[in-house]
């Protein structure tokens, strides 16, 4: 279950509850680039098939004015390469997981993925065997 793409670890939980749910792993750390070449983002995780980005945001996501400027820039040039960018929060990842689980089961089901019927055993209990 390690993923050595993970650069904290609430991407790390981030990336289990998908997993828990029943869904592929997403990609981590993937690096996007405009349609000129030129480099656009780094997501925190992903199914780039679909073009569906998870963001875990940390809390200097939303007091630091230049990362939060940041993240509206990146955001915009990636809807405009048809991503979409699913955001997470400490308390949405903790508190209603399961509507974190739904908004990206949602997106993948909206761009095509057909998700698998049964649930797996969970990441953590895989880890206790």
Do not use: N
């Not at 070449?37 to 569906?52: H, S």
């Not at 990636?78 to 508190?95: C, F, K, M, N, P």
């Not at 209603?96 to 095509?112: C, F, H, I, K």
Request: aromatic share 8%.
């Amino acid at each position: 279950m390690v993923d050595g793409g993970a650069e904290s670890p609430q991407e790390t939980a981030a990336r289990l509850a998908l997993v828990d749910a029943g869904l592929p792993p997403p990609r981590t750390q993937l690096r996007v680039f405009g349609d000129a070449g030129e480099f656009i983002a780094r997501l925190d995780m992903a199914y780039d098939d679909e073009k569906v980005a998870v963001e875990y945001d940390g809390a200097q996501h939303w007091t630091d004015p230049a990362v939060r400027q940041r993240d509206i820039d990146r955001h915009f040039a990636l809807a405009e390469l048809g991503w979409l960018v699913i955001r997470v929060s400490q308390d949405l990842l903790r508190y209603r997981r399961a509507t974190y689980v739904a908004r990206v089961e949602s997106a993948l089901r909206d761009r095509g993925f057909v998700l698998p019927t049964v649930k797996s055993v969970t990441a953590h209990q895989r880890l206790a065997s």
